[in-house]
């Protein structure tokens, strides 16, 4: 089943929502890319008043699994999302045209069919071969739940430099004017931090733009500690979406290998490199254990007509 095909809307019901990038080309590579598509989220989810249980971003694709009074406000919601981050995104990038695919998304109506779905969406990271554990991906939000600095050290903001104050009272005032950070704004929060601030910084906005419904996704398990037991020793189940495999493994080696490359690649904008650059980045990809002809096509954005990479 296409999850194109795959638009059943039932009021009253959680969805699984699935976005995936045209192509299966990678959108997400640094941590900006993250933030902007999180706390557009966040904000969309509030402006039209939609319930999120649970959120993952992964490299080339979206999954949530979320609840709307109607109909046309879970459309609205999804067009808003769609438009908004592809336009940023394209400005990022020097990009234009359509981003993303028709998101799919099926009613969960079922207890059992939705704890199941909330549990293969928190898995989606560990099957695709990027972390072990539910509590190490950052991007499937799952950790928050369960820490308000999972991935960095306590923020003392008394203790903190000027910068980081800073940066700190622009994310506060976003928040409160009810409005996400685009690239620009993330540009201004990051521009004077060190690593170590920006590894709290990071955990701040997620906290402070933190959008799950935290009652409603545990009413389906027992306890937490049942929650996370479910979540790390079964993958879920999905048959109402078509979510094909991928090991995504290979993307984060070929992150590190463009990071250390010396070449000219404008912090992901391949479609500007030399073509002699280009080209050798994808000889020196091709060389990575486990890379395929489509992981290379996805992460540099190429036609697989041309290049011919996988479909």
Same mark, same amino acid.
């Given at each position: ?10 009021? =009253?019901? *959680? ?5 995936? /990038? ?39 694709? @979206?999954? =949530? ?22 336009? =940023? ?5 020097? @990009? ?29 990271? &560990? ?22 600095? %999972? ?8 203790? /903190? ?16 004017? =009810? ?15 060190? &690593? +170590? ?12 733009? *933190? *959008?799950?419904?935290?009652? &409603? *996704? ?8 049942? /929650?996370? @037991? ?8 999905? #048959?109402?979406?078509?979510? %094909? ?17 010396? @070449?000219? $690649? ?15 980045? +994808? ?5 990575? %254990?486990?890379?395929?002809?489509? $992981?290379?096509? +996805?992460?540099? #954005?190429l036609d697989p007509d041309a290049y011919h990479v996988e479909p």
């Amino acid at each position: 089943m296409s999850f194109r095909k795959n638009k059943f809307y039932r009021d =009253g019901a *959680f969805h699984h929502l699935y976005i995936k /990038a045209k192509k299966g080309n990678v959108l997400f590579y640094k941590v900006e890319d993250y933030l902007f598509i999180y706390t557009l989220v966040g904000v969309l989810s509030q402006r039209h008043n939609v319930t999120v249980e649970l959120f993952c971003i992964m490299f080339n694709h @979206l999954h =949530g699994c979320v609840k709307a009074r109607a109909q046309d406000i879970f459309r609205a919601f999804l067009r808003d999302l769609s438009s908004l981050f592809t336009v =940023g995104y394209n400005e990022e990038y020097h @990009l234009d045209g359509q981003l993303l695919m028709p998101s799919g998304y099926a009613p969960k109506t079922s207890a059992k069919t939705h704890k199941t779905c909330l549990i293969y969406i928190a898995n989606n990271p &560990s099957t695709g071969r990027l972390v072990k554990s539910v509590l190490e991906y950052k991007w499937g939000l799952v950790p928050y739940f369960f820490s308000d600095h %999972p991935f960095s050290d306590r923020l003392v903001k008394r203790n /903190a430099r000027f910068a980081m104050r800073q940066a700190l009272s622009i994310v506060d005032g976003c928040k409160h004017r =009810g409005q996400y950070l685009n690239y620009a704004i993330l540009g201004r929060i990051f521009k004077k931090l060190n &690593s +170590r601030e920006k590894a709290q910084i990071v955990d701040y906005i997620i906290v402070k733009y *933190f *959008f799950l419904d935290r009652r &409603s *996704f545990f009413s389906h398990f027992e306890s937490e500690e049942k /929650a996370l @037991l479910a979540m790390d020793s079964s993958a879920g189940s999905e #048959h109402d979406v078509y979510d %094909p495999w991928e090991d995504y493994s290979v993307y984060l080696e070929m992150i590190r290998v463009t990071l250390s490359s010396g @070449l000219d $690649h404008k912090r992901f904008r391949f479609h500007q490199m030399p073509e002699d650059q280009l080209n050798i980045l +994808r000889r020196k990809l091709s060389k990575l %254990p486990g890379a395929t002809q489509r $992981h290379i096509g +996805r992460f540099l #954005h190429l036609d697989p007509d041309a290049y011919h990479v996988e479909p």
